[in-house]
């Protein structure tokens, strides 16, 4: 049998359509899309690593299929946007990481970090106590998406879950004095705030801690909604990390100190503190407010990594509309072709191939190209065909785009997004993020009518996915956006393959061509996807948020108002 087959398929017999790409020798009704996945999920590209030569050939790849399909290159350069980025590794052997107890506190003048991308060094006053090392990689790592300090030191406040949603009235900063202060946060946050909220808040967490005063975060992986083990997850630390090169877009400026703690080791930070991580996780699980609390503790942390510039590509094709007016509003449909390159090897292996995340979404943009073309459809409004680069990487190609459209931005009235839809069992319903914030959902329950699948809102808010893939990038500047996933239902024997897949095979070498995939969902699936595309062209008036929405707030006044046609 083959690898991972046994245990991902014990709740449900495998037909014979869930056969292995090896194994399967009945006719495919996904054999075109499946064609795609094949060379973008191969070897020989090594995992599509931003700014790698794998990336490349695999955004040439995307941009010949663009133009046999018929569209109109949509970049700067021909079908290609080429994007730069700022490049971290980190230097692990010269880096250190440690928690100094019963500290005798420094000279506050001279409490603060040294930036690494600067040649001027600073004096750095240094506590006096037990110093205790964390060990990096079995405790801790550096998250290298930020401009580290070489050298910070400075007092640690827990902050719960570090949140401050004005909306809600909720505040985990408040009369706290954190001021120069390094905060110690539970990822996470409580139930009372609505899921796409609660995401939105932690992805733009950095704007109200700097507000405070805060220099560094050491956050605590939450195990609830947690996909990658911490034994597999760890080994991402040593890969590069990438930022934007454009200035403009820098979310993290200030940020010196970047820390992420193995859940399974934390109790340690709360020696001394009147509290526990056991405490701290019970209320979690039960999706309450958390304490907030001094730690009676400095954290030490030196950094040293390698820093380079190298540039990708994101690529654009362009299906334009027939109608006079509408053809200048643009319905931007994308999938990320990047993916995580080369790492430590698994089971002897070390190329992280990305077949399922995000080779099959790519594969379904590029059947939706072809169909239109081969079909010769025509659609009132254009449709911008976008696989974008370094999604992996905090979704900085889609963040690029969105703040550098290719096409008039005040034109982009929708963006339908497409990641790791996950064909492992019949298509007989939707997930949608975004389902309940704009008027999309008519489209998708339109369409789902017709074809007789269900529609499902996010039945896992702790993960985050709403603010986790690219449609976010395009939900911040304005534009309603969805993200369409194969649907299953909380605790179903479907979802409980889903989370089996996550630990065995999300971004591990595992997601390539020797896995179960149920070709006929597959082949459903893009079949439905073209209907919604097609619903979405086709709209009399543009999208527009709900009235209850917390997004609608990034819209321009004009676009709060349909377009009466």
Known sequence: MLRGARILFVTIVLSVSQLTVAQNTTPNPAARWLSHIQYLASDELAGRETGSEGHRRAAEYVAAAFRRAGLKPGGTQGYFQPVKFISRKIVEEQSSLAIIR??????????????????????????????????????ATFSMGIKHALRTEAPIVFVGYGLTVPEMNYDDLAGLDLRGKVVLLLSGGPS?????????????RWEALKRAGVIGVIGIQNPIGQDIPWDRSKLARLRPALSLADPGLEENAGQQLAVTFNPAKAER??????????????????????????????????????KKIVE????????????????????VLTAHLDHVGTGEPINGDPIYNGAMDNASGVATLLEAAHSFGEKKLRFR?????????????????????????????????????????????????????????????????????????????????????FVRSDQYSFIRRGVPAISLKVGFGKDSPEHEIVKRWRKER???????????????????????????????????????WNSCSFFKRFAPAEKLVPTER
Not at 112 to 123: A, L
Not at 192 to 197: Q, S, T
Not at 279 to 295: D, N, Q, S, T
Request: charge should be negative.
């Open 506 to 544: 999300y971004h591990a070498p595992s997601d390539d061509l020797e896995q179960p995939i149920d070709f006929e969902a597959a082949a459903k699936f893009n079949a439905a996807y073209v209907q919604v595309v097609e619903s979405v062209a086709n709209r009399a008036q543009r999208p527009r």
């Open 192 to 204: 009372e705030i609505p899921g796409p909220l609660r995401a939105h808040y932690q992805n733009t």
């Open 102 to 139: 019963n500290p005798k506190p420094p000279d506050p003048a001279t409490q603060r970090g040294t930036v690494g991308e600067s040649t001027q060094r600073h004096s750095v006053g240094e506590s006096i106590g037990k110093e205790e090392p964390i060990v990096l990689g079995e405790e």
């Open 381 to 465: 409004r254009s449709v911008v065909f976008l696989a974008v680069t370094a999604e992996e990487h905090g979704l900085r190609g889609s963040k690029y785009y969105a703040a550098h459209p290719t096409v008039p931005a005040t034109g982009i009235v929708a963006n339908i997004n497409i990641d790791m839809f996950l064909p492992l069992f019949p298509f007989r319903s939707f997930i949608v993020q975004g389902l309940e914030e704009s008027n999309l959902a008519e489209d998708l329950q339109s369409v789902a009518k017709k074809i007789g699948v269900e529609v499902l809102s996010d039945p896992e808010p702790e993960r985050r996915a």
């Open 312 to 331: 990708s590509q994101n690529v654009a094709g362009i299906f334009r509309g027939t109608d006079p007016r509408l053809r200048n509003e643009y319905v």
């Open 269 to 306: 930070l709360f020696v001394d503190s009147g509290h526990s991580f056991a405490e701290i996780m019970k209320l979690a699980e039960a999706g309450k407010p958390l304490p907030r609390f001094v730690i009676p503790a400095v954290v030490r942390a030196s950094v040293k990594f390698e």
